[in-house]
């Protein structure tokens, strides 16, 4: 049996169903913009796409406005807060590890502000060990470049790691680590 040093945790979706929330802040800023969305829209076809590569889906090329959405829509998230929901059990499972000396870092494509700004409204920050986000890597998911950097800087192995993702770009990326991984599922 492989000893588990490292978990690596994706966080939108895996240890936090922020899918109201973003979609919710999303959906503000876009009509400020004047652009129509539904919740349901952007569920279904947008959720979990990296804030520059949404914006160009939806037609906005020019840098320096999808630059001033991508800050109003970091502004606007913490008033849908009370929508977020931890993964308990999830959470549970990773402290119980963390206390036998396992480090419990998050990897995710989001936005560093959109990432702490969550786990300090869920009081959490002092539960993890590392962030890795979108910011951090030049490939976002499917490549592993984000978990690789986490294994790196904790210096195991991939054998030492297991992952938990929810999306397919995060499973794939899980997959191309070489670390163990589980697919996580939140109930809607």
């Not at 000893?3 to 919710?24: H, M, Q, S, Y």
């Not at 539904?38 to 939806?58: D, H, I, K, N």
């Not at 849908?80 to 990897?107: H, T």
């Not at 790691?161 to 499973?171: H, K, N, P």
Request: glycine fraction near 6%; hydrophobic fraction near 40%; charged fraction near 30%.
């Amino acid at each position: 049996m492989r000893e588990i040093k490292l978990i690596l945790l994706d966080f939108d979706g895996t240890l936090v169903d922020t899918r109201r929330a973003n979609a919710l802040a999303y959906i503000a800023t876009l009509e400020e913009a004047g652009v129509t969305l539904s919740e349901e829209e952007y569920l279904a076809r947008y959720f979990g796409v990296r804030c520059m590569e949404f914006m160009r889906m939806l037609g906005f090329d020019d840098a320096a406005t999808i630059d001033r959405l991508r800050h109003r829509k970091v502004e606007l998230y913490p008033r849908y807060f009370d929508s977020v929901r931890l993964n308990e059990p999830l959470w549970e499972w990773c402290q119980m590890l963390r206390s036998m000396g396992a480090k419990v870092w998050i990897v995710s494509t989001g936005h560093i502000d959109n990432i702490t700004n969550v786990m300090q409204y869920l009081n959490i920050m002092s539960g993890i060990d590392g962030i890795i986000s979108g910011d951090d890597v030049d490939r976002p998911k499917p490549y592993p470049d984000a978990f690789l950097k986490a294994m790196e800087r904790e210096d195991v192995s991939p054998e030492q790691t297991i992952i938990f993702e929810d999306s397919e770009v995060g499973i794939e990326a899980a997959r191309r680590s070489g670390a163990a991984y589980v697919r996580i599922v939140l109930q809607k």
